[in-house]
């Protein structure tokens, strides 16, 4: 291994001579994909610690670096607005009479997968799916990186789905995945306004919508608003919308729950490390 | 660069495929291969906007694998300019790529700048 400043950069550019002489021409990314990939860094970066933005991203290693930041700062969002959400059913005893059932529902599913979109200012969006199954959660980004989490054997696994390395989560550690006790999470949140505001089609089927206002979650300070909509017959919601309207739309954090599936058979292997993978410990997978 | 391409598929046909041997994709690392292709592509960026002869030259000896003498004749110059012409390539490459260079290079390159 070189070690001069010289030498790396000899090093650099006979990598760079061999990939040219042995690869294939790529195209890369789209500009508008990159352009908005870097826009959502450096929003993420500017509400959580700086991090230099500029020529540098190029660089791989420090952009998947911040790719994964992102990915830790989503699920954390995301895990607090399905918490969020949830409680708000588990525990609103003042819903309307039509809501009571849904409410009732919802406290006997047995498990959940849906797809969570977040929608940062206009026209960035990240996609995950979500599954909840007892005291099992999986959050995945498809084909890049997954957490798995056990909050009964208080486990939980960063999965790199390219490199096949799972590292682990201290499940205390704060900032980290910040994964709350669900129960205790649903009984600190209290909306105080839900109502049935009409109804509407979803993949072609009608549903009652239902909005809460008032809503606490993340820095919106009692000014989110949720929207619920549920499907009258199996009475239970198809699709939910966390917003807060207060926020110019350009710097709006938008969450959005479809494809909710309730009582599906999940597998058990999306809740584990799959076999082929190696386990590493956060400090060996922080050493290079 | 198009002389580059051309000698590539002439020489593809005087060897023919097999005798370079099958390149397995699958068993490289897709991070390796990724940083591999964005090298590879600024590479071919930055060859794109030096000095033509000192692109010509460095594609030539370091890519195409010809001695000084045979990249002097192709280029009708001496083999001491050919020399210098390689060097003043890899040196304004190395400026151009200490982007992706680890952070100790990229901040000696900085400090070394006016």
Known sequence: MNNTPDEQLDDLLARATGALRDGQPSDGPPPELMASTIERMRLVDSQSTTIPVGPDLVRLAERRKLMFRIARYSSAIAVAIVVAVFSWLFFNDQGTPAFASVIENVKKAESIMLTNKQTIGIGRTLEMKMYFEGKKMRLEFPGVMAYVADFEAKTAYELDLTKKVARTIPFDAAGVMQMPNPVEQFRKVKPDDARLIGEEEIDGRKSQLFQVDKVDFLDAKGQGQMKIWVDPKTELPVKLLVDNPNVDRSKRTTLTFTDIEWNKELDDSLFQVPADFTIKTAQQATQP | LEQLRVRIRERGRQTGLESE???????????????????????????????????????????????????????????????????????????????FAPSQARENKREVQP
């Not at chain 2, 370091?62 to 110059?77: F, I, K, P, T």
């Open chain 2, 21 to 99: 041997g099958p390149v397995d994709l699958a068993s490289r690392d897709p991070l390796e291969l990724a940083q591999a292709n964005e090298l590879a592509e600024r590479m071919r960026t930055t060859l794109s906007e030096i000095d033509p002869r000192q692109s010509q030259v460095f594609c030539l000896t370091q890519l195409e694998g010809l001695s000084y003498d045979e990249v002097a004749a192709e280029l009708g110059l001496t083999v001491n300019h050919v020399g210098v012409l390689l060097n003043r390539a890899r040196t304004t490459l190395k400026e151009r790529l200490a982007a």
